[in-house]
T-cell receptor, first 109, second 113 residues
Framework: KNEVEQSPQNLTAQEGEFITINCSYSVGISALHWLQQHPGGGIVSLFMLSSGKKKHGRLIATINIQEKHSSLHITASHPRDSAVYICAGRPPSGSRLTFGEGTQLTVNP | GAVVSQHPSRVICKSGTSVKIECRSLDFQATTMFWYRQFPKQSLMLMATSNEGSKATYEQGVEKDKFLINHASLTLSTLTVTSAHPEDSSFYIC?????????FGPGTRLLVL
């Protein structure tokens, strides 16, 4: 069992749909990152959160520390949102991240 | 936000040659940088932690004599793949730490023929 697990592994949606990607972790963390990797390979850090909820544009990330669970939501999805979304946990000390396997999102027009 | 660059973005080399990849933090200083490798359809795999002014810390199974890391300054870390073989072909990504956040470079795609 991976220390950080994501679901689903693959997700296909129609433009405009509301999307949710889930992340569960079994290790102690001080913060959880949501990353976006486009087909070209570059990685963008979307959120880093340790509690509650953060919002940036159409993206919303939530975390429940007690349940060791985080979700990434995309409202009004668009084809340009197509990418791999990765959650990663940061340990209580140090900066080394533990990565989930990633969720491949495809948004069709 | 903080910017990390990598050079080159893509490199093709012959088997047996060495390839150097640079990772720079452009607008901040980073005492710690990470080097990752990513194979197709897989997640990032940490290779080593690069610490400015000291030796890198390598993950289990990563040959330190094959993947040489030099963190010469607070804004530059280099990864040299020595005597490259086709199985070293991969996507190499670095990240630099600033204020507890990792900022990722755009990656370097290495193809060894």
């Amino acid at each position: 069992k991976n220390e950080v697990e994501q679901s689903p592994q693959n997700l296909t949606a129609q433009e405009g749909e509301f999307i949710t990607i889930n992340c569960s972790y079994s290790v102690g963390i001080s913060a959880l990152h949501w990353l976006q990797q486009h087909p070209g390979g570059g990685i963008v850090s979307l959120f880093m959160l340790s509690s509650g909820k953060k919002k940036h544009g159409r993206l919303i990330a939530t975390i429940n520390i007690q349940e060791k669970h985080s979700s990434l939501h995309i409202t009004a999805s668009h084809p340009r949102d197509s990418a791999v979304y990765i959650c990663a946990g940061r340990p209580p000390s140090g900066s080394r991240l533990t990565f989930g396997e990633g969720t491949q999102l495809t948004v069709n027009p | 936000g903080a910017v990390v660059s990598q050079h080159p973005s893509r490199v093709i080399c012959k088997s047996g040659t060495s390839v150097k990849i640079e990772c720079r933090s452009l607008d901040f200083q980073a005492t710690t940088m990470f080097w990752y490798r990513q194979f197709p359809k897989q997640s990032l795999m940490l290779m080593a932690t690069s610490n400015e002014g000291s030796k890198a810390t390598y993950e289990q199974g990563v040959e330190k004599d094959k993947f040489l890391i030099n963190h010469a300054s607070l804004t530059l870390s280099t990864l040299t793949v020595t005597s490259a073989h086709p199985e070293d072909s991969s996507f190499y990504i670095c990240s630099a730490v600033a204020q507890e956040t990792q900022y990722f470079g755009p990656g370097t795609r290495l193809l060894v023929l």
